[in-house]
């Protein structure tokens, strides 16, 4: 069974750097044709695609966000990274990682969330 686990520090100071870590067991992140997805929901929103890695380890961003998004990969370790630079209180949210099928383009596997607060 596939299961991802994000984790990372719950807090996180204005302008500093939000680093998380999605742990993936039951599959690897260099299958075809899977997508690891990074997705957050900030309080009383929706939810917000950030950006995601391929199997092939190619990166895509919203186009909002990416001035300050870094998505990259440790294949030895199973591990999709996100950083996301210059932090402010609007960045508060819940942050899943997810992996997207690209066959069907459904999110089929999803982290049961870790919530992240910006705050001084």
């Known amino acids: 069974q596939v299961q991802l686990q994000e984790s990372g520090p719950g807090l996180v100071k204005p302008s500093q750097t939000l680093s998380l870590t999605c742990t993936v067991s039951?599959?690897?992140?260099?299958?075809?044709?899977?997508?690891w997805s990074w997705i957050r929901q900030p309080p009383g929103k929706g939810l917000e695609w950030i950006g995601y890695?391929?199997?092939?380890?190619?990166?895509y961003y919203s186009p909002s966000l990416k001035s300050r998004t870094s998505i990259s990969r440790d294949t030895s370790k199973n591990q999709v990274t996100l950083q996301l630079t210059s932090v402010t209180p609007e960045d508060t949210a819940v942050y899943y990682c997810?992996?997207?099928?690209?066959?069907?383009?459904?999110?089929?596997?999803w982290g049961q969330g870790t919530e992240v607060t910006v705050s001084s």
């Open positions: 997810a992996r997207l099928d690209y066959s069907n383009y459904r999110y089929d596997y």
């Open positions: 039951g599959a690897s992140i260099t299958t075809n044709y899977y997508y």
């Open positions: 890695i391929a199997y092939s380890g190619s990166t």
